[in-house]
């Protein structure tokens, strides 16, 4: 069984949500939180890069790993930090991100570590490793306010962000609202859940939910104040200080996908999922594409990081397939306003072909040319990321 070898090691192993109990029970705090934590191994967070709605505030799995221990194809033991270098036989590809939240091919590394973080298992098994981190925040104020109007609403994102005291964001102002998280929740997901979680306003077209880390008082009059100067239906907030609105909270968050995931049933088809995230001046234009969507869809997600989910639904054989080219023009679009494919699920065997529509046939031919020198073999994550040897043609 894996084991936790002490607050800032553990096997890959470990449950991340059983680590993340364990550090927090210490008073430490390991930030990364995908929605999977209580079923993923921390080896596969790692490996995935993973992030979550907290993200927004810490970024993904990368910043908070220091050291990992792992297995090469050929199954050569090393261990990898920010001094270790890339080995020189390996062809790194020169290629450059877009400056967004992504998940979405090779990262551009200039030192071993960061090389392995988010290779989604294709040169390397991830075996243990140490992480990074920091004092448990004292407490946490969640709160969910709603929106009569779009425009207003991300207006409200807008000011909400532009000061958040994150990592790499120095420049923050003092008075910074400062959340941790902003998610967000349009009139469909909404509407889906109305019999579930009662008294929400009829009249809203949209949602946000906010997370604010804070010592002693809470700061509820800065954002009572910033939300009603937003035109939010401040009457209607939820407010999470208690039991008691933790758990309406709780019914809201967790309601939500799990009506789309009973909808799904009812159609009797797949529901199509995007994973798109573009820069912030995009936001308003993508979520226009989103809602111009002429099929049964809901769109939820990570709206402080540009990155929303649109859940399309369809109910015939005939709509899947038109879901399915809705699907490839709006990633399209994205990575047209500067974005990317994928920012959080990564590429996997599925979006293969949009990672190349995303970096091009140079990129992918770098991307192939680092997998075979590693992984001469094919043998790890065979189909993930880029076609094996021979299949490029069905790709």
């Known amino acids: 069984m894996a084991r936790v070898l002490g607050p800032t090691e553990a096997e890959a192993g470990v449950i991340l949500g059983e680590y993340q109990r364990q550090v927090e029970a210490g008073g430490a705090f390991f930030p990364p939180d995908p929605t999977s934590r209580n079923e993923c191994s921390l080896g596969a967070a790692i490996a995935c890069n993973s992030s979550g709605a907290r993200s927004f505030r810490y970024g993904p799995t990368r910043p908070w790993v220091s050291w990992v221990e792992a297995v090469l194809p050929t199954g050569e033991i090393i261990e990898a930090d920010r001094s270790t270098p890339i080995p020189a ?42 992480l990074r981190l920091v004092p448990l925040p004292e407490a946490v104020l969640s709160l969910v306010a709603f929106f009569d109007d779009e425009v207003l609403l991300l207006a409200f994102v807008d000011q909400a962000r532009a000061g958040a005291r994150r990592p790499g964001h ?44 804070h010592a002693g008082e809470a700061p509820l009059d800065a ?120 920012a959080e699920h990564g590429i996997g065997k599925l979006k293969r072909a949009l990672l190349a529509e995303m970096v091009g046939p140079q990129v992918m031919a770098a991307f192939a040319a680092l997998k075979a020198a590693v992984d001469p073999a094919w043998i790890l994550g065979r189909g993930t990321l880029l076609p094996p040897p021979g299949a490029a043609q069905r790709d």
């Open 89 to 130: 036989a390996w062809p790194m590809p020169g290629w450059t991100e877009p400056d967004v939240k992504t998940a979405a091919g090779y990262f551009p590394a200039t030192n071993l570590l960061d090389l392995l973080i988010g290779q989604e298992g294709t040169l390397a098994v991830i075996t243990r490793a140490r």
């Open 170 to 213: 120095p420049d923050a102002r003092p008075d910074a609202l400062n959340p941790r998280a902003i998610e967000y929740f349009d009139a469909r997901a909404l509407d889906l859940v109305r019999d579930r979680v009662p008294d929400l306003p009829p009249t809203a077209v949209g949602a946000l939910f906010i997370e604010v880390e």
């Open 223 to 342: 954002w009572w104040e910033a939300l009603d100067a937003g035109g939010a239906l401040v009457d209607a907030t939820i407010v999470a200080e208690d039991e008691t609105g933790r758990a309406r909270l709780s019914a809201l968050r967790h309601a939500v996908p799990a009506a789309i995931n009973e909808q799904v049933v009812r159609n009797g088809m797949p529901k199509v999922g995007t994973d798109f995230a573009v820069p912030d001046a995009a936001l308003a234009e993508m979520m226009a594409a989103y809602a111009a969507v002429d099929l049964p869809h809901v769109c939820f997600g990570h709206i402080g990081d540009n990155h929303l989910h649109l859940n399309l639904l369809p109910r015939s054989d005939a709509e899947l397939v038109q879901a399915r080219a809705l699907y490839r023009t709006l990633a399209m679009k994205a990575v047209g306003l500067g974005g990317t494919v994928s």
